[in-house]
């Protein structure tokens, strides 16, 4: 099951503060998110694994609640670098035992950080 | 810093014909997948590779598409008789291990087939 992001799109000042949002209506396995700017390939930001984990770097974080369904991703104090295409891909639990680290990914969150 | 290459950047094909697109995963990784975007659209997971087997392929992944490792370092996307709606970004990603880690994605290969 695809994951659903929100907000779609945002807008932003240079210094303020976004939350993106991606939720599942199954307990996932982890969560990746990424950034990806126009024409490039997708970066890696952070994985998440357990839930109630946080974690961060720099002014961008992220936490998954406690059920595993929903992560957020924040993002402080924004600049103008952080404009982008947010992902979250997903890993959904194995039923059949296979490893192979199949990424689902939502639809994205694009990101524009004005002067 | 390590990272996943592609090449070619750029391939136009016709329609019917195969195309090869490339990729040298990071060197100690063991997993290696396949993934595409359709322009203005999500990332889909194509195919994950492991020990010279695929993993887990998508529903998009019929019979017109193969992966193979042909030597130690290179990782192959091939499709057999392109459609215009083959018209995707490609990218390869590989990760140390499957199941949560974290995945690197190379650049990709825009193909466009007229």
């Known amino acids: 099951q695809q994951p659903v992001q929100s907000p779609q799109a945002v807008i932003l000042r240079e210094g303020e503060d976004a939350v993106i949002n991606c939720s599942s209506s199954?307990?996932?396995?982890?969560v990746h998110w990424y950034r990806q700017k126009h024409g490039e390939a997708p970066v890696f930001l952070m994985i998440?694994?357990?839930?109630?984990e946080q974690k961060g770097h720099d002014k961008i974080s992220a936490s998954f609640n406690e059920k595993k369904q929903q992560s957020s991703l924040y993002l402080t104090a924004s600049q103008l670098s952080y404009s982008g295409t947010y992902f979250c891909?997903?890993?959904?639990?194995?039923?059949?035992?296979?490893?192979?680290?199949?990424?689902?990914f939502g639809q994205g969150t694009e990101l524009s950080v004005k002067p | 810093e390590p990272e996943v290459t592609q090449t070619p950047s750029h391939q136009v094909t016709q329609m019917g014909q195969e195309v090869i697109l490339r990729c040298v995963p990071i060197?100690?990784?063991?997993?290696f997948y396949w993934y595409r975007q359709i322009l203005g659209q999500k990332v889909e997971f194509l195919v994950s590779?492991?020990?010279?087997?695929?993993?887990?392929k998508s529903e998009i992944f019929d019979d017109q598409f193969s992966v193979e490792r042909p030597d130690g370092s290179n990782f192959t996307l091939k499709i057999r008789s392109t459609k215009l709606e083959d018209s995707a970004m490609y990218f390869c990603?590989?990760?140390?291990?499957?199941?949560?880690?974290?995945?690197?994605f190379g650049p990709g290969t825009r193909l466009t087939v007229t």
């Open positions: 990603a590989s990760s140390e291990q499957g199941q949560l880690y974290e995945q690197y």
């Open positions: 199954k307990a996932l396995y982890s």
């Open positions: 998440l694994l357990k839930g109630g």
């Open positions: 891909g997903t890993e959904m639990p194995s039923v059949s035992g296979n490893q192979g680290g199949k990424l689902i």
């Open positions: 060197s100690n990784h063991l997993y």
């Open positions: 590779f492991y020990n010279n087997e695929i993993s887990e």
